[in-house]
């Protein structure tokens, strides 16, 4: 019953895990309120820790894509007109 408790708090954390990825700026509401009760010290660390990590992460996926995409075999233009496709 215990592990049954720690799985259903730790399974809305980790979905909201992927929030940062998709929209960074929507997720700073989130952000805020799972850090409500802590001092302005730590939330500006814990804030620092995560612009820092996104960075690379943004950084690295830059820069990386066009291999990832090389190596599944899908091209730029393709990638391209299917985001077209889907605008409209």
Known sequence: ????????????????????VVNPIGTALILY?????VDDQTWKS????IAFILSFFYRFSFFSAVYILKLFGISIPLCSSQAALSWH
């Open 33 to 37: 309120g799972m850090t409500r009760g």
């Open 1 to 20: 019953m215990t592990s049954l408790l720690i799985a259903l708090k730790i399974i809305p954390m980790i979905f909201a895990a992927f929030f940062p």
């Open 46 to 49: 814990i804030s620092r820790k």
